[in-house]
């Protein structure tokens, strides 16, 4: 069965410091994977995905087979990056439904 | 669009009393899933359906849980008999058809005492 881990529940960096929240995957397909996050009282939001090998909001994610990975970057946090971020991997295929980690919950101090 | 609705937003209730939640997904989208969230499991699918059809229940906890989706725009999730354990926030989302991009509800914050 497919499976997500992030391996840190709470990650704080400073503002304007780079950071990497991990994300890694298990799956014998190949799936597509997803970022989605939370800012404080707001709905879980789709933030990028892997396919579209977009930068949004200054974050990017590649997708790292060899590695199963999907590391979500920023090079400078901002304070307003402070929120929930969860990976997610949906397989290929038909099916839709999303197979979610536990989260990280970055907080940027100032 | 209003996006995901759901209702209650909260929810406070005594164990063993029957709990329904409430979801109306966006307009046009096909599938929809119920999520728990909470501190120490995360984000946990219970169920989706594809067009109104339940595809996968493999996710709901136990008996207590039904879910039930009589049109396009409208699901329920009941739990009874609730327990403290099941206090949670409960996720609702949607999707188009085809498309891997889920659209969530703002949640119901369900406490058991």
């Known amino acids: 069965a497919q499976r997500v881990t992030q391996p840190e529940k709470l990650l704080s960096v400073f503002k304007g410091a780079p950071v990497e929240l991990k994300c890694n995957y298990s799956?014998?397909?190949?799936?597509?994977l997803f970022w989605y996050v939370q800012y404080s009282r707001q709905r879980l939001q789709l933030l990028l995905r892997?396919?579209s090998r977009e930068s949004i909001k200054g974050f990017t994610a590649d997708l790292n087979k060899g590695e199963t990975s999907f590391h979500l970057k920023k090079p400078f946090a901002q304070e307003e990056d402070s929120a929930m971020y969860y990976c997610?991997?949906?397989?290929?295929?038909?099916?839709?439904?999303?197979?979610f980690g536990s989260g990280t919950q970055l907080t940027v101090l100032p | 669009d209003a996006g995901v609705i759901q209702s209650p937003r909260h929810e406070v209730t005594e164990m063993g009393q029957e709990v329904t939640l409430r979801c109306k997904p966006i307009?046009?989208?096909?599938?929809l899933f119920w999520y728990r969230q909470t501190m120490m499991r995360g984000l946990e699918l219970l169920i989706y359906?594809?067009?109104?059809?339940?595809?996968?229940d493999s996710g709901m906890p136990e008996d207590r849980f039904s879910a039930k989706m009589p049109n396009a725009s409208f699901s329920t999730l009941k739990i009874q008999p609730s327990e403290p354990r099941d206090s949670a926030v409960y996720f609702c989302?949607?999707?188009?058809?085809?498309?891997?991009?889920?659209?969530f509800g703002p949640g119901t914050r369900l406490t058991v005492l």
């Open positions: 989302a949607s999707s188009f058809p085809g498309k891997h991009e889920q659209f």
């Open positions: 799956y014998s397909g190949s799936p597509e």
């Open positions: 892997h396919i």
């Open positions: 997610a991997l949906s397989l290929s295929g038909s099916a839709r439904q999303l197979t």
């Open positions: 307009s046009g989208h096909n599938s």
């Open positions: 359906f594809n067009n109104n059809v339940p595809i996968d």
